[in-house]
T-cell receptor, first 119, second 119 residues
Framework: DAGVIQSPRHEVTEMGQEVTLRCKPI?????LFWYRQTMMRGLELLIY????????DSGMPEDRFSAKMPNASFSTLKIQPSEPRDSAVYFC?????FGRGRNAGNTIYFGEGSWLTVV | AQKITQTQPGMFVQEKEAVTLDCTYD???????LFWYKQPSSGEMIFLIY??????QNATEGRYSLNFQKARKSANLVISASQLGDSAMYFC????????????????FGKGTKLSVIP
């Protein structure tokens, strides 16, 4: 079975340019997460979707960041304009959420990450 | 206060020996899940093992086992018979069962432990 698929794997861009990261979650999963990993701050949740609806975007650093999930099999994370401090590894992850009840054990599966460098 | 604490920034272990990676957590929820992920130098996040707060037995997955001590709020990862391929960053993470709004089941990660296996 295909896991979480992210693209691009690596991106180098100039400051001020728009960056779009893409994610295809595992088929059948209804929860999707975007995480960012840096040396200084570790792994941080940026935004979380459930059934394509953004539930928690409190981790999105600022208005330059936006995320969409137009359907159950695709999500994008956009940075416009990009800045050098956005350089990080961006992970997409997915899981299945049953609704109210014991969901704590539903494993979140990660993609391979998108390595972004803004120069 | 940090929700997940990994006190060992780096660990060394001799090949074929066992090693324990420490993780303590903080939550007021009764229902929660504890996870360990491995991140090799290639960057992907690989799910290793899961322990639910209601599970009475310690989780095991091949050479990985989780030493779950609920009263102490610790969930240490034990790797038996270490192999060179085990050299990686290891992250402990928690998913709390508390439902907020439409549900929020994000993973909160520790800072990680870098394990180096010595031949």
């Amino acid at each position: 079975d295909a896991g979480v698929i992210q693209s691009p794997r690596h991106e180098v861009t100039e400051m001020g340019q728009e960056v779009t990261l893409r994610c295809k979650p595992i088929s059948g999963h209804n929860s999707l997460f975007w995480y960012r990993q840096t040396m200084m701050r570790g792994l941080e949740l940026l935004i979380y979707f459930n059934n394509n609806v953004p539930i928690d975007d409190s981790g999105m650093p600022e208005d330059r960041f936006s995320a969409k999930m137009p359907n159950a099999s695709f999500s994008t994370l956009k940075i416009q304009p990009s800045e050098p401090r956005d350089s990080a590894v961006y992970f997409c992850a997915s899981s299945f959420f049953f609704g109210r009840g014991r969901n704590a054990g539903n494993t979140i599966y990660f993609g391979e990450g998108s390595w972004l460098t803004v120069v | 206060a940090q929700k997940i604490t990994q006190t060992q920034p780096g660990m060394f272990v001799q090949e074929k020996e066992a090693v324990t990676l420490d993780c303590t957590y903080d939550t007021s929820d009764q229902s929660y899940g504890l996870f360990w992920y491995k991140q090799p130098s290639s960057g992907e996040m690989i799910f290793l093992i899961y322990q639910g707060s209601y599970d009475e037995q310690n989780a095991t997955e091949g050479r990985y086992s989780l030493n779950f001590q609920k009263a102490r709020k610790s969930a240490n990862l034990v790797i038996s018979a270490s192999q060179l391929g085990d050299s990686a960053m290891y992250f402990c993470a928690m998913r709390e069962g508390k439902i907020t709004g439409a549900g929020s089941y994000q993973l909160t990660f520790g800072k990680g432990t870098k394990l180096s296996v010595i031949p």
